[in-house]
């Protein structure tokens, strides 16, 4: 009973340290935006980068919106994305990226309206 406890415990810290962002839906929306942001590291400090994006002004995205964000961390670090402006519901996002110290940025970022 001790072990299994132990399993339990050691498996909910793995999953909740985990540094992928997802807000909103994916689900039956189509994918509008893909980009593979990379950016090398910088000697003892923390790397900020910002990554905007906005629905082109075409008649077809006319009242879409975000639904979903997902931004996939390939270097599995403490590394953070945080959306800072627009978002879902809106026609725009600011996505932040923060790197871990002396480490490079490289995430997948998908938007699905």
Do not use: W
């Amino acid at each position: 009973m001790k072990l299994l406890l132990l399993v339990s415990l050691i498996t909910f810290i793995v999953i909740v340290d985990c540094t992928h962002t997802f807000l909103g839906t994916s689900v039956l929306r189509p994918l509008i935006y893909h980009h593979d942001v990379q950016y090398s590291s910088k000697i003892f400090k923390k790397r900020v980068e910002n990554l905007y994006f906005s629905l082109p002004s075409v008649p077809t995205n006319y009242g879409r919106t975000i639904q979903g964000i997902l931004a996939y961390d390939k270097t599995n670090s403490g590394a953070s994305a945080n959306v800072t402006q627009g978002g879902l519901g809106y026609n725009f996002m600011n996505l932040r990226m923060k790197s871990d110290r002396g480490r490079e940025i490289h995430y997948d970022v998908y938007v699905y309206a």
